[in-house]
């Protein structure tokens, strides 16, 4: 975890953060805070459609919801299948605060979603780069685009805080 050099592009070159992606985090950012208050892993994540526009929002809510599969990609997923009746996103953007797990890897593809943006690495149990690439597995008929490492230390420590205060 840290300064990764996979902290950024593929390839590793750093470059800016596209304004979109840049506001999408920030909601996304409060999303996680808000998940910590609530005493949830602070993880936040938003869906958006081709111009911009939000079509979904969620939160981490596995506490409250006792739903292993609560994960907030998941919730945001849903919202936006909901919001333009059809599961097929492939026009959007799927913006979290740290890489997904599988099972949300594997949602994404799912909803067709044709980008992920995400914040921290998961070293652990990350499927966008980390431990798998699922988002990019060639063996598979659909990816994604992925950018990873985007205000990656703000989400790193929304959760570092929420675990400390945990110990
Ligand atoms: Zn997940």
């Not at 999408?24 to 602070?42: C, F, N, S, T, V």
């Not at 992920?116 to 499927?127: I, Q, R």
């Amino acid at each position: 975890m840290g300064s990764t050099p996979h902290g950024t592009y593929p390839g590793g070159v750093p470059l800016p953060t596209a304004p979109a992606d840049d506001a999408a985090m920030a909601r996304a950012l409060e999303l996680a805070a808000q998940a910590a208050a609530a005493g949830e892993i602070p993880v936040g994540a938003v869906v958006t459609d081709a111009t911009g526009r939000v079509l979904g929002e969620g939160r981490n809510l596995r506490e409250e919801t006792a739903d292993p599969t609560a994960h907030a990609e998941i919730v945001a997923l849903r919202e936006a299948a909901q919001a333009i009746g059809s599961w097929n996103l492939d026009d959007c953007t799927l913006t979290v605060t740290l890489e997904p797990c599988l099972m949300c890897a594997g949602a994404i593809l799912q909803a067709r979603a044709g980008r992920v943006v995400f914040g921290a690495w998961d070293e652990k149990a990350g499927a966008a780069g980390s431990v798998y690439d699922v988002l990019r597995d060639r063996r598979l008929p659909v990816r994604a685009e992925v950018v990873g490492g985007v205000r990656e230390h703000e989400a790193q420590a929304l959760l570092r805080a929420f675990f400390d205060a945990r110990r």
